[in-house]
């Protein structure tokens, strides 16, 4: 099963929001870079919706349908109007250019080969003016999480729910050779026999990579802070977080 068709576990994991220093980290880029804004890989709409409550100019994107349509009903309980579009951020048309481009929450971890993480960027450049800028939010990749044993189950959280307690555990298998990561997020509440497991990938980018790809791909690198309060990037950083633009 695909995580991203189960948007309730995503959410429930994540607390259905995104935190106040991300929000409000975003909010400063948004002031400092202007509308209109595009996040790529929005999901359900975390920052999206939190983000909209003040600005009237953000339009979204992801693949999944089932997020977006979450995405939609946080955003009718919030009284904010959306612009959202099913696509794949790896090759998208939307008739528009953007002052701003984000894609936050790790979703860029999600293009898997060195060619879907250029094809992205190639789409993002097609779809920002000039001077428009492009942040992208990613982990710094953690050896000791990543060298765990993938025979172990490890905790990440007990949720309540309307339907009881739900115990969430992942498994984690880190392939070296493509820096992809595969994640099993198993979970069960209180009534169920048996336990259910959904999937995802991510691909690691390690910082000095990142920072080549980039540059190889059109971007110069204005900034690069380790965390939302943007402190700048080092060794100990939990992520890497870049404000680039087209060179
Ligand atoms: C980790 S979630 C992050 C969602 C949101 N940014 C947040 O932080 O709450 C990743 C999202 O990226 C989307 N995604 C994955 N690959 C994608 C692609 N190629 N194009 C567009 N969206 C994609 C998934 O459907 C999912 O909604």
Redesign the pocket.
Same mark, same amino acid.
């Given at each position: 099963m695909d995580l *991203?068709e189960n948007n309730w576990l995503?959410d429930l994991v &994540?607390n259905d929001k995104?935190g106040e220093a991300q929000i409000n980290f975003y909010r400063r880029q948004i002031e400092r870079f202007g509308e209109p804004v595009l996040? +790529?890989?929005?999901? =359900?709409? %975390? *920052?999206l919706v939190a983000l909209s409550q003040n600005l009237h100019n953000i339009a979204g +994107?992801? +693949? =999944?349908e089932e997020?977006l349509e979450a995405a939609e009903k946080k955003a009718d309980a919030e009284g904010v109007s959306t612009d959202l579009h099913v696509?794949?951020?790896?090759n998208f048309e939307i008739d528009q250019k953007f002052k701003l481009i984000f894609i936050?929450? %790790?979703?860029f971890q &999600? +293009?898997l080969t060195l060619d879907?993480a250029r094809s992205c960027l190639d789409s993002v450049r097609r779809h920002l003016f000039p001077f428009g800028r492009l942040i992208i939010e990613i982990f710094n990749p953690s050896l000791p999480l990543l060298c765990r044993p993938s025979d172990k189950r490890h905790f990440i959280g007990e949720y309540r729910t309307d339907q009881g307690w739900v115990v969430v555990t992942e498994n984690v298998f880190y392939e070296a050779a493509t820096q992809i990561n595969h994640i099993d997020w198993h979970y069960k509440n209180q009534y169920m026999k048996e336990e259910q497991t959904v999937s995802f990938k991510m691909r690691q980018f390690f910082p000095q990579e990142f920072d080549a790809l980039l540059g190889a791909n059109g971007f110069r690198i204005d900034s690069k802070f380790g965390d939302f309060d943007e402190s700048a990037f080092d060794s100990r950083s939990p992520k890497q977080i870049v404000v680039v633009s087209p060179a």
């Amino acid at each position: 099963m695909d995580l *991203y068709e189960n948007n309730w576990l995503f959410d429930l994991v &994540h607390n259905d929001k995104a935190g106040e220093a991300q929000i409000n980290f975003y909010r400063r880029q948004i002031e400092r870079f202007g509308e209109p804004v595009l996040e +790529l890989g929005c999901g =359900s709409g %975390n *920052y999206l919706v939190a983000l909209s409550q003040n600005l009237h100019n953000i339009a979204g +994107l992801d +693949l =999944s349908e089932e997020m977006l349509e979450a995405a939609e009903k946080k955003a009718d309980a919030e009284g904010v109007s959306t612009d959202l579009h099913v696509g794949d951020m790896r090759n998208f048309e939307i008739d528009q250019k953007f002052k701003l481009i984000f894609i936050a929450g %790790n979703s860029f971890q &999600h +293009l898997l080969t060195l060619d879907d993480a250029r094809s992205c960027l190639d789409s993002v450049r097609r779809h920002l003016f000039p001077f428009g800028r492009l942040i992208i939010e990613i982990f710094n990749p953690s050896l000791p999480l990543l060298c765990r044993p993938s025979d172990k189950r490890h905790f990440i959280g007990e949720y309540r729910t309307d339907q009881g307690w739900v115990v969430v555990t992942e498994n984690v298998f880190y392939e070296a050779a493509t820096q992809i990561n595969h994640i099993d997020w198993h979970y069960k509440n209180q009534y169920m026999k048996e336990e259910q497991t959904v999937s995802f990938k991510m691909r690691q980018f390690f910082p000095q990579e990142f920072d080549a790809l980039l540059g190889a791909n059109g971007f110069r690198i204005d900034s690069k802070f380790g965390d939302f309060d943007e402190s700048a990037f080092d060794s100990r950083s939990p992520k890497q977080i870049v404000v680039v633009s087209p060179a």
